[in-house]
């Protein structure tokens, strides 16, 4: 059913309709050739892009943190500690949305904090600023998924062997040199598993940016996905929603595949 799915949003792309009417014209490449001169469509990409970068690698650096300084059993409450860091992943994207949006207001708690704290910015619109919206945008991921990342990264250090640790201390070996020679090197798989579901992530994004921003102000915020949904029902304009859905889809996989590649490059 999926590619059947595929299927028909790649035939609908290459049609001049509405979504509505029976009333459907074909258009062949027509709405492909549109996209490569949609200024929209580039700013989008480029958004995704920054989003992206940004939210990984914080993620992916915050994570591996967590989990180096929580894989010690002598850790107080480290039970606890989890569960806290885990909590923000199981949220809604609605509860997280609206909670932030109230945060981030100029009259928000995060603004009052500031104020309290005697720091500038306290009547920042974090939100409604086209010059800081996608970072921001981009925080409020990082505070959600940082903790699938240390999930991850906690299970993968948790099946390393721990004489490989205690023999390079033994051997002279300082706490950063074992963190930076021998176990970065081990959680390689790790580090290629967040970067792939990052970047797929980063591509589809929607529910956060639709709840906060809605792709404003001006479009600073504007994804292929929120996009994509404008043009297909505030728009209606079906088949053109339909070719930005199977653009998409490529790219999706063309970044699957190169990260696949590069992993594999890597091992061997």
Known sequence: MIYVGIGYTGWVGTL??????ADQKQVGVENYLKIAVDPVFWASLGHVAIFGVIAIAAQMILGLIMATLLSGRSVFARPVYKVLLFVPVVLAPAVVATAF???????GDFNQLLRHLGLSGANTAWLADPNIALYSLAAINIWQWTGFSFLLYQAAISQIDTNVFEAASIDGAGSFQIFRRILLPQLKGTHATLA???CIGALKTFDI????TGGGPGRSTEFLTTYIYKQAIEQYHAGYSAALSIVLLVLALILTSIQIRLYRFGEE
Not at 16 to 21: A, F, H, P, T
Not at 101 to 107: F, G, Q, T, V
Not at 209 to 212: G, K, P, R, S
């Open 16 to 21: 001049d309709w509405n979504g509505i009417d």
């Open 209 to 212: 940016v639709y709840l906060t």
């Open 101 to 107: 949006r109230e945060i981030l207001a100029p009259d």
């Open 196 to 198: 792939l579901t990052g």
